[in-house]
């Protein structure tokens, strides 16, 4: 068979989810790719389910490490891909059968570096769908624009088909949380052309224990510190677009500071707290100039300026009803 896809996907305690999954992907209409399932130390049946299939199916492929988290599972993942082209699917969402044929027809009649369907997100009481609009086209410059505004497409990568020839050195960081904000943006400034339709195809459910929810649970500054590396990149070889990314770096900053104030032990994440303090001050002159900030929040980032203290006091008096 003639792999044109290598569609990867890290397996870790989605027992309940794992069937659905495979079964979807499976099911594609597109059928010239190869399945590899990371069984990232999974400590329930998900490494015999995935040997199951691959008993019954020659394109499913399972490799079983320690558990290391979903980038190293993925990067394991692309050390051994060898389609034209890569995709992700986390193993507790499902994809709709034309999903790969629907990307590999647009990479491949538009001549593009990666191909954005849409996605459904399915939260436990409500269905919310992404974007319906109709093929658009971008050069790099337009495609890092998008993804930044992340209006059309943004830097997840389930919802995309990339040449796996742009990842030769590219990998996901290990250890982090924002792991496809820290990688997508350096993906797309290797790009000639970026697609996008929006034709919801992905199936992503929206529940508790997903890494984003657990990032916010445990008051991580990962992101904070992944668009301060972002920033640098972009002033360098996009430097028009430095806001876009100091209006992430400014919103991140001060949602993981309210939360350390509102904790309750504030002394447990001291550190964090005033290292993103610095950190957001030393891009104040950029963020007190974003149109996009409202004047309570500028008056905030003021604060904070004069000493992270005072934007500490602050937060209290709001949350007391004391300050509106």
Same mark, same amino acid.
């Given at each position: 068979?003639?792999t044109?896809?290598? *569609?990867i996907?890290?397996?870790?305690?989605?027992?309940?989810?794992?069937?659905?999954?495979?079964?979807?992907?499976?099911?594609q209409?597109?059928?010239?790719?190869?399945?590899?399932?990371i069984? %990232?130390?999974?400590?329930?049946?998900?490494?015999e389910i995935?040997?199951?299939y691959?008993k &019954?199916d020659?394109?499913?492929?399972?490799?079983?490490?320690?558990n #290391?988290g979903?980038?190293?599972?993925?990067n394991m993942?692309?050390?051994? /891909?060898?389609g034209?082209?890569?995709?992700?699917v986390?193993?507790?969402d499902?994809?709709?059968p034309?999903?790969?044929?629907? @990307?590999?027809?647009?990479?491949?009649?538009?001549e593009c570096d990666?191909?954005?369907?849409?996605?459904?997100?399915?939260?436990k009481?409500? @269905?919310? *769908?992404? #974007?319906?609009h109709s093929?658009?086209i971008h %050069?790099? &410059?337009q495609a890092m624009? !998008?993804?930044?505004? #992340? !209006? @059309?497409?943004?830097?997840?990568?389930?919802?995309?088909?990339? &040449?796996?020839?742009?990842l030769?050195?590219?990998?996901?960081p290990?250890?982090?949380t924002?792991?496809d904000?820290?990688f997508t943006y350096?993906?797309?400034?290797?790009?000639n052309?970026?697609?996008?339709i929006?034709?919801?195809?992905y199936?992503?459910?929206?529940?508790?224990g997903?890494?984003?929810?657990?990032?916010?649970?445990n008051? &991580?500054?990962? /992101?904070?510190?992944?668009y301060?590396?972002?920033?640098k990149? =972009?002033s360098?070889?996009?430097?028009?677009?430095?806001?876009?990314v100091?209006?992430?770096?400014?919103?991140?900053?001060l949602?993981v500071l309210?939360?350390?104030?509102e904790? #309750?032990d504030?002394?447990?994440h001291?550190?964090?707290?005033?290292?993103?303090?610095m950190i957001?001050n030393?891009?104040?002159?950029?963020t007190?100039?974003?149109?996009?900030l409202p004047?309570?929040?500028?008056?905030?980032?003021? /604060?904070?300026?004069?000493h992270?203290?005072?934007y500490?006091?602050? =937060?209290?008096?709001?949350?007391?009803?004391? @300050?509106?």
């Amino acid at each position: 068979m003639n792999t044109k896809i290598s *569609i990867i996907v890290p397996v870790y305690k989605v027992e309940q989810y794992l069937h659905k999954c495979i079964d979807s992907i499976l099911a594609q209409t597109f059928k010239e790719f190869e399945l590899i399932l990371i069984n %990232d130390g999974s400590p329930d049946r998900c490494g015999e389910i995935c040997e199951a299939y691959a008993k &019954k199916d020659t394109r499913v492929k399972v490799i079983h490490k320690e558990n #290391g988290g979903q980038a190293s599972a993925r990067n394991m993942g692309l050390d051994i /891909a060898c389609g034209k082209y890569v995709g992700f699917v986390d193993s507790d969402d499902w994809i709709e059968p034309d999903m790969y044929e629907l @990307l590999y027809s647009l990479c491949e009649t538009y001549e593009c570096d990666i191909a954005n369907c849409t996605s459904k997100i399915h939260y436990k009481d409500r @269905l919310k *769908i992404n #974007g319906t609009h109709s093929l658009i086209i971008h %050069d790099k &410059k337009q495609a890092m624009k !998008e993804m930044l505004k #992340g !209006e @059309l497409y943004d830097e997840v990568v389930w919802t995309k088909l990339i &040449k796996r020839s742009l990842l030769e050195d590219i990998r996901f960081p290990v250890g982090i949380t924002y792991e496809d904000t820290a990688f997508t943006y350096k993906l797309i400034h290797k790009c000639n052309k970026v697609c996008c339709i929006g034709s919801p195809k992905y199936n992503y459910i929206k529940h508790e224990g997903s890494t984003m929810d657990n990032a916010v649970k445990n008051i &991580k500054i990962d /992101a904070v510190l992944v668009y301060e590396e972002m920033y640098k990149f =972009i002033s360098k070889y996009y430097s028009e677009l430095t806001s876009l990314v100091v209006l992430k770096l400014s919103n991140s900053s001060l949602v993981v500071l309210r939360m350390i104030v509102e904790n #309750g032990d504030f002394n447990q994440h001291k550190k964090d707290y005033y290292k993103v303090a610095m950190i957001l001050n030393s891009y104040f002159n950029q963020t007190i100039k974003l149109n996009y900030l409202p004047r309570n929040v500028k008056i905030l980032l003021a /604060a904070l300026r004069v000493h992270p203290k005072i934007y500490k006091f602050l =937060i209290g008096f709001i949350n007391k009803g004391w @300050l509106i």
